[in-house]
T-cell receptor, first 115, second 116 residues
Framework: GAGVSQSPSNKVTEKGKDVELRCDPISGHTALYWYRQSLGQGLEFLIYFQGNSAPDKSGLPSDRFSAERTGGSVSTLTIQRTQQEDSAVYLC?????????????FGPGTRLTVL | KQEVTQIPAALSVPEGENLVLNCSFTDSAIYNLQWFRQDPGKGLTSLLLIQSSQREQTSGRLNASLDKSSGRSTLYIAASQPGDSATYLCAVRPRGSGGSNYKLTFGKGTLLTVNP
């Protein structure tokens, strides 16, 4: 019964570099979400994947952000040309999908620091 | 636009005290409300999920209530312990149109400190 896992747990990068953050959802969960938690801003939705449907990318803050989900399981969030304002904790969640009543289960997050 | 507010922003209590954390939301059209716990530097741990048709949920020393019509939820913690110290977040899942009803809207949390 492994939960949602994310890697790396911490990432320090220099401004302008690209970073990739990984999320492994709970096995069998068809829905996957990325959120960002910035200091003083609270948690904000970034992107949502459900099965083979087109993802909802409406929460991505700029075109430097992209995400993919391969094989309906693992997801990667990529930030290109990182900026200092990208520093935040990036949280991934998964749920069984299907109904609107499902609980979302969160991973431990990746803390990104852009110097 | 749904807004979720948590009061107080921070709370400090002595060990053993019963306490209540408050969460309010502006749009009562929700599917459910979730309470989470977040320890420093960690992710979110789901504590309780209340569906819109329910009034309360209980788990151990925790009891969460939901009054959808007034846009309020409370998290009651009985006999608080130092290990309860964490940030508590509430989040609502909107019953929106346009297929966006999977996006949780979070409050900014209440930082709870239980002093031994």
């Amino acid at each position: 019964g492994a939960g949602v896992s994310q890697s790396p747990s911490n990432k320090v990068t220099e401004k302008g570099k690209d970073v990739e953050l990984r999320c492994d959802p709970i096995s069998g969960h068809t829905a996957l979400y990325w959120y960002r938690q910035s200091l003083g801003q609270g948690l904000e939705f970034l992107i949502y994947f459900q099965g083979n449907s087109a993802p909802d990318k409406s929460g991505l803050p700029s075109d430097r952000f992209s995400a993919e989900r391969t094989g309906g399981s693992v997801s990667t969030l990529t930030i290109q040309r990182t900026q200092q304002e990208d520093s935040a904790v990036y949280l991934c969640a998964s749920s069984p999908g299907g109904t609107q009543y499902n609980e979302q289960f969160f991973g431990p997050g990746t803390r990104l620091t852009v110097l | 636009k749904q807004e979720v507010t948590q009061i107080p922003a921070a709370l400090s209590v002595p060990e053993g005290e019963n306490l209540v954390l408050n969460c309010s939301f502006t749009d009562s059209a929700i599917y459910n409300l979730q309470w989470f716990r977040q320890d420093p530097g960690k992710g979110l741990t789901s504590l309780l999920l209340i569906q819109s048709s329910q009034r309360e949920q209980t788990s151990g020393r925790l009891n969460a209530s939901l009054d959808k019509s007034s846009g309020r939820s409370t998290l009651y913690i009985a006999a608080s312990q130092p290990g309860d110290s964490a940030t508590y977040l509430c989040a609502v899942r909107p019953r929106g149109s346009g297929g966006s009803n999977y996006k949780l809207t979070f409050g900014k949390g209440t930082l709870l400190t239980v002093n031994p």
